[in-house]
Structure formats: C-alpha cells, structure tokens
C-alpha cells in the first residue's frame, strides 16, 4: 500500500531563507508526483508536477525534485516571503491510481 | 471562470440529519473528484466522477455516503444519517486529467455534526 511522508510537519524560518521540504513514498511505481499549497481556510492550489520520467521542475522560487528509486521529493523555495506561509502537500498518483497526500508541512516565514 | 464552486462554506447539522453538499465544477472539466480532509486523516479522496459517471467510489466510508453527478455542471454529496465523525472539510475539484495536472479544488465546505 502507497503512504506518503513528508517532513516536517512544521517549519518557522525567517524571511529570506532558503529552505527544503521533504516528501517520501514507499512505492516507487508511480505516474506522478505533485505538490500543492493550501492556504488556510481554502482549496488546494497545484504548484509543480513532476512525471515519473522526470528528475525536476521549476516555477519561479519553486523547485521540486524526484528520486524515484529512493521513494524521495523535495520541495526547493528560495529567498523565502511571508507571502509562502501556507501549508505544502506532497501527493503521488500511483499506476492506474489515484492521488494519495501526504499530511503536508505547515510553512510560516516571519518577516 | 469563476473556479469550482462550493455550498455551502459552512454546515453545522445535528446528528442523525441528512446533509447534502453541493459543487459546480469547472465548464469543461470532465472529471470531478470528493476529498475530505480531517487532522487525522489529512486529505482521502472518496469518489470521482468522468464525464458524469462515477468510475471509483472505494474511498466512500460507508452506505450512509453517497454522490451523484446528473449532469456536467452540478455533483452532489449527501450524508444520510450523518454522525460526529462525519465533521470534516470537504472539498471538491475537478480536471481535464485524471491524474492530477490541472485540479482545482472548490473552497470546501466545513461540515460539523453535533
């Protein structure tokens, strides 16, 4: 069965910094991997997605990376904004499945 | 376009009442998926929809929940009777592709049962 890590569950970091979130999978059969942000309150907005023959993407600050044989992402933000505090959920959609999210980490950047 | 709409934003029900959630998905999104999310649980998905004909309804906890979808434009989520545990957010989103490249999710509608 396909669970989805990520870490950690919250992170505080100054404005300015760079910063990395970290997602695991502990089946590495999947189509792809998504990340998403979810701002209080509100739906889930798509931020990156990374097919399963793919190594990386890129959006603005935003990089996500994949290691499908190690069952590992990461999400990159650089030069952090307050504007970033939300919550960023990891999600994979395995062969012929569906998406499966992690719990997500909870980003605050104080200024 | 407006994005995916939600109703209600909020319900606070009492125990043993039907509630019914209601989501108008995107114009030309043919598929329509139900998450609920609880601290718990985070984010399950419990049904969804392509071209109006449910496909995978695995994810629905029990009899008590059922969805319909009677055309493109409206889905529905009834919880008949509804219980405590049912309190969650509910979210509704839809695509051009199933798998995932494209969601929008509606801004949920935070049901509490008493």
């Known amino acids: 069965k396909q669970e989805v890590t990520q870490i950690p569950a919250a992170l505080s970091v100054p404005e300015g910094e760079n910063l990395v979130l970290n997602c695991s999978f502990t089946?590495?059969?999947?189509?792809?991997l998504q990340w998403f942000r979810q701002d209080p309150g509100k739906g889930l907005t798509s931020l990156l997605l990374?097919?399963?023959?793919?190594r990386e993407q890129t959006s603005g600050r935003l990089n996500a990376s994949l290691d499908k044989s190690s069952g590992r992402s990461t999400l990159y933000i650089a030069a952090s904004q307050p504007g970033d505090s939300a919550t960023y959920l990891c999600?994979?959609?395995?062969?012929?499945?569906?998406?499966?999210f992690g719990q997500g980490t909870e980003l605050s950047v104080k200024p | 376009d407006a994005g995916v709409i939600q109703s209600p934003r909020h319900e606070v029900t009492e125990m043993g009442q039907e509630v019914t959630l209601r989501c108008k998905p995107i114009?030309?999104?043919?598929?329509l998926f139900w998450y609920r999310q609880t601290m718990m649980r985070g984010l399950e998905l419990l049904i969804y929809?392509?071209?109006?004909?449910?496909?995978?309804d695995s994810g629905m906890p029990e009899d008590r929940f059922s969805a319909k979808m009677p055309n493109a434009s409206f889905s529905t989520l009834k919880i008949q009777p509804s219980e405590p545990r049912d309190s969650a957010v509910y979210f509704c989103?839809?695509?051009?592709?199933?798998?995932?490249?494209?969601?929008?999710f509606g801004s949920g509608t935070r049901l509490t049962v008493v």
């Open positions: 989103a839809s695509s051009q592709d199933r798998g995932g490249y494209g969601y929008t």
């Open positions: 089946d590495s059969a999947i189509y792809n």
């Open positions: 990374i097919q399963s023959s793919q």
């Open positions: 999600a994979v959609r395995p062969r012929g499945g569906k998406l499966i």
């Open positions: 114009s030309g999104h043919d598929y």
């Open positions: 929809f392509n071209n109006n004909v449910p496909i995978d």
